[in-house]
C-alpha cells in the first residue's frame, strides 16, 4: 500500500465536493433569509465560482491536515535563514507566555493591577542593557525595522533639541535594506560607504565620506558577511570626534550576546530583535519586538511610556518633555517580551555566551567543510554564519537560485540568496545554536551533492524542485497573484 505522500497530486477542494455531502451541521438560521444581491453591494459578491464546495467532515479535515504537512518551519527541519538567526524555540518560553496572569492582561488596567507585568518588563530592559552595555532600553518598537526608526528619531531629536539638525546617516553596503529605508523614513540621506577588501569597514574609507553633517554611522557588527568589524573601536571614536553617534544594527547579535558588549566597543544605540536573538517565533511577519537601547545622552529622547522603579513599586512614567513619543499604542508585543524573559532566565549569563559560542563554532564548521565545494568571497574566521557564492556551479550553467530549490528536493528550507549584494550569488548561511551536529552534516552533504549534479547533471538542478508545487516564476507570481481556484491543475 501506498505511503500518502502529501507532496503528491491531489484533488482540489472543489474537485473533493460531491452534491449533498456536509462537513459541518449548522444551526437552524434565527432571521429572515434574504437575497444576497439585495443586502451586500455588488462589489462584494463572489461571481467567478459558484457556491461553495460540499465535502464530509473527514475529507475536510484530512484536505487541510495534508496541507498542513506542506508547510515548513524551524519545528520541523533546518532554517539556515542567514542574518535572521532562525533558532528553534523552546516551548518552555511558550507555556510561560500563556500563564493566566500574562494572556489575560489587559493594557488598560490600572498599574496597581499589573505589577507583575511592570516588573518584567522592568527587569528585561535591564538584562538587554548588561548584554549590550547600553545605559536604557525602551520595549516599546514592535520590531526590528521600527527599533532602527526609533533610534534615528532619537538621534534627530537630539540635534535638533540643540538647534543643530544633521541630514547625513552613512550606510555601510553591507548592511541589512531595511537600514537606508529607515534613515529615509526619518528624514535623514543614506550615504553609502564602501566595505574594504577584508570585508569590514575601514576608517579611512569612512572619512571619506564622514563630515560634520552626518548624524550617525549605522552598521552592522557582525555585518551582513558574517564578518566581526575589527576596526569598530577606532571608527566609533572618529565618529564621536566628528559629533555623530555609532547605531549599530542588532540584528546579529547572536553571535555577541555573553561574549562582548556593543557598548565597550563605542556603539551608542543598537536594536534588538528578541524574535531572533532571544528565541521567540518569527510568526507570520509578527509579532515581533525590537527594543532600543541607547547611552545616557540619548536616553531623554526615547518614547513614552518610561517604565520606572521605586522602592518595590512600578510605575509608567509619561513625564518626558524631550521624548519622541509614543511609537504604538500601549507599550509594545508583551508576549514575546515574555518569552525572551524566559529565555534569559532560563539561559543565564553562561548560557548566553554559550549560545552564542556554539553559533560561531557551526558557522565556521559549515565554511570548513564546503570552502573548496563553494566559491569563499571571503576566506577568514567567520561569526555566526558565512557567504558563499556561485561561481564555480555558474560555469555549469548553475546559479544560487537553481542550489536554493534542489535543497528543497532535499528536505531544507535555502538559506538566503543573492544577499548581500557584494556578493554576485550570494549564500548566506547561518545555523544557529541550535542544530546538531548531524543535522548540520546533513546539510553539509545536501550542498555537496547539489555541486555533483551541478556538474554532472546540471538539468537536474535546474529544474528543481520536483517534491510538490513545481517551480514557479516569482517575479511573475508577485505581480500576477493567481488566487481563485481555475479548475483541474489550477490554484486554489
Known sequence: MAFDDPFSDKPLIFELSREGRQGVEPSRCDVPERDPEASIPGEFLRSDIEGSPEVSEPEIIRHYTRLSRLNYGVDTGFYPLGSCT????????????????????HPYQPEELCQGALRLMYELECYLAE????????????????????????IDAYFRDRGKPRKKVIVPDTAHGTNPASTSLAGFRAVTVRTGKEGVLTLDTLKEVMDNDTAALMLTNPNTLGLFERHIKEISDYVH???????????????????AKLGEMGVDIVQFNLHKTFSTPHGGGGPGSGPVGVKKILEPYLPVPRIRKKDDRYTLDYNQPRSIGKLRAFYGNFSVMVKAYSYIRRMGPEGLKKASTVAIVNANYIKERLKSTYHLPFDRACMHECVFSDRFQSQYGVTTMDIAKRLIDYGFHPPTIYFPLIVHGAMMIEPTETESPEEIDRFIEAMKEIDREARESPDVVKNAPTRGIKRIDEAGAVRRPVLRWQGSGGGG
Request: hydrophobic share 45%; proline share 3%; net charge negative.
Open 241 to 259: 570626534q566628528m559629533g555623530g553617534f555609532v547605531y549599530c544594527d542588532g540584528a546579529n547579535l547572536n553571535a555577541l550576546m555573553g561574549i
Open 86 to 105: 532562525m533558532k528553534y524555540n523552546p516551548k518552555v518560553n511558550e507555556d510561560i507566555a500563556s500563564f493566566e496572569g500574562f494572556l489575560l492582561l
Open 131 to 154: 548584554v549590550s552595555g547600553m545605559d536604557s532600553v525602551t520595549l516599546q518598537p514592535s520590531a526590528g525595522a521600527q527599533g532602527e526608526f526609533c533610534g534615528l528619531l532619537t
